[in-house]
């Protein structure tokens, strides 16, 4: 497909899949979402290539995978990673720039520190760091503009940590109408770039793409009255997972299920939290139903392909832990993946391992623009076509550390997840039979033939790739028979070949 067209980006932060009615929620609160993926493809096997904003963001603006770019943390704990993309690094906007298209993000942007979303080729006001800017100038003159009150929140939901002191804010009641929420402006500004690309089109022919990226359901989730309190926490169920026990898994989870505080909140506090989500994926819904309302009313909908997704899930209670973290469960890595494409068969649903990677290539496809230089993407077209390829029979995820440093890759496979852990025990997950991942089998005898295919299998995924951890596993793992010197040395006349 070479044709320019149209592209609008919609895209959450920290967003389960199992929120959606799509991907079989019951609740009814994401109509537009669902509508979207009614009339479009709904990927039931989408991935984030690592859980965690900054990483998984420059993924999608570069098409490389993080130990390629380098941008491996958030910046706000980042405790020694790069903390801008290194100069000369492909961006896809770029690349739609010398294709004459506008470019556009609203939104969350959080690829580094120096260098801003515009310095990228993108429109919009710039909106650093990992939470709703409150305090921007932009949303301050919103606001004012329109009369409405300033942020101002009670009820605040935290736990107690270790150490004694209060723990992170969880979520919080906001007395502030709908109107005036960060996400109703994100929205509205959006709209108004809209506006001024539908221009663009209709009189110069010019296309877009638009990206709208929104702080939420991050938490802390901080809602007006009407979200806040729009599900009952009775109607919620809990998560399989809350019986983890971290038995025979890596001590590093634990922790973070202090960190985070899990057991000094009653579970009713639990089911309030996840209730509250829901309120936020629900407002956010809305707002994305404003914004395609707009498309449709300004006639783009027959030549704009719409995306949603978003950078990696959510705990929320999953495993006795919130937000995400150095624990490569299926809560935060498999994310919700929708694309609509006009022209194309509606209501399919693919079931290959895709990733958020694979939409820069797709991106790069639907502009006309070369996607060769997204090296380690794949463009989804064909799958959104309805088409049948041949495709990867597994995926690859890695993790460099948060707070601290901690490296990990996971591979995924339809029955097998492996997770491999330097500095602790590695975890295998029999997801047909533990579909909640609470019973680590890695050192069950009868999963030997499973645990060496799988070992072996990831460390050629990425020596191929060219991610280095597998040295690590050369010599610490079965990985195989190796047609090189693992030890690197060349000057150790037992490796030196005559």
Not at 25 to 51: K, M, V
Not at 452 to 478: A, C, K, P
């Amino acid at each position: 497909m070479t044709e320019p067209k149209n592209i609008l980006f919609l895209m959450t932060d920290q967003h389960r899949a199992d929120t959606l009615g799509a991907y079989g929620n019951q609740l009814g609160t994401t109509p537009n979402l669902d509508e979207l993926a009614r009339t479009g493809t709904r990927f039931d096997r989408w991935y984030t290539p690592t859980a965690i904003c900054t990483p998984a963001r420059a993924s999608l603006l570069t098409g490389q995978a993080p130990f390629r770019h380098k941008l491996l943390a958030n910046y706000e704990r980042n405790v020694g990673y790069l903390e801008d993309l290194g100069e000369g690094t492909f961006a896809f906007s770029q690349a739609l720039r010398d294709k004459g298209y506008n470019c556009g993000l609203i939104g969350k942007w959080h690829v580094g520190t120096k260098k801003s979303a515009g310095d990228f080729g993108f429109d919009g006001p710039d909106l650093p760091g990992w939470h709703n800017p409150v305090d921007h100038p932009d949303y301050l003159a919103y606001l004012e503009e329109r009369d409405l009150p300033p942020y101002e929140i009670s009820d605040r939901i935290r736990g107690t940590l270790p150490n004694g002191g209060p723990g992170n804010l969880l979520a919080a009641r906001l007395h502030q109408p709908a109107e005036a929420t960060f996400e109703h402006y994100l929205a509205t500004r959006a709209i108004e770039m809209l506006e001024r690309y539908a221009a663009d089109v209709r009189e110069r022919e010019q296309p877009f793409f638009l990206a709208l990226h929104f702080f939420g359901p991050h938490l802390p989730y901080i809602l007006p009255d009407e979200y806040f309190d729009l599900i009952d926490p009775a109607d919620v169920e809990l998560p399989r997972s809350v019986a983890e026990t971290f038995q025979g898994k890596p001590m590093v989870q634990k922790n973070y299920s202090a960190h985070w505080t899990f057991d000094t909140m009653p579970i009713e506090t639990t089911r309030k939290l996840i209730a509250i989500y829901q309120g936020y994926v629900a407002l956010i819904d809305f707002q994305l139903g404003r914004v395609l309302d707009a498309m449709r009313r300004l006639g783009l909908a027959g030549d704009t392909s719409v995306f949603f997704t978003c950078d990696h899930g959510e705990f929320t209670g999953s495993h006795r832990l919130h937000d995400k973290g150095p624990a490569m469960y299926e809560d935060i890595y498999r994310t919700p993946g929708l694309i609509r494409v006009p022209g194309q068969p509606e209501g399919v649903v693919r079931n290959e391992f895709v990733s958020l990677l694979d939409c820069t290539a797709t991106i790069l496809e639907l502009a006309g623009a070369d996607p060769t230089a997204a090296v380690d993407s794949r463009s989804l077209l064909p799958l959104v076509n309805d088409e049948q390829v041949e495709w990867d029979a597994d995926i690859v995820c890695e993790f460099h550390g948060h707070h601290f440093p901690y490296p990990q890759r996971m591979l995924r496979t339809d029955r097998y997840k492996l997770v491999v852990n330097p500095d602790s025990v590695n975890e295998l997950y029999d997801l047909e039979l533990d579909p909640d991942e609470l019973l680590n089998v890695y050192q069950h005898p009868e999963q030997a033939g499973i645990r060496s295919q799988m070992m072996r299998r990831l460390y050629t995924v990425l020596r191929e790739r060219g991610d280095n951890f597998y040295h690590w596993m050369t010599s610490m793992y079965d990985v195989g028979d190796v047609a090189y010197d693992p030890t690197m040395s060349g000057l150790d006349e037992t490796t030196y070949q005559k």
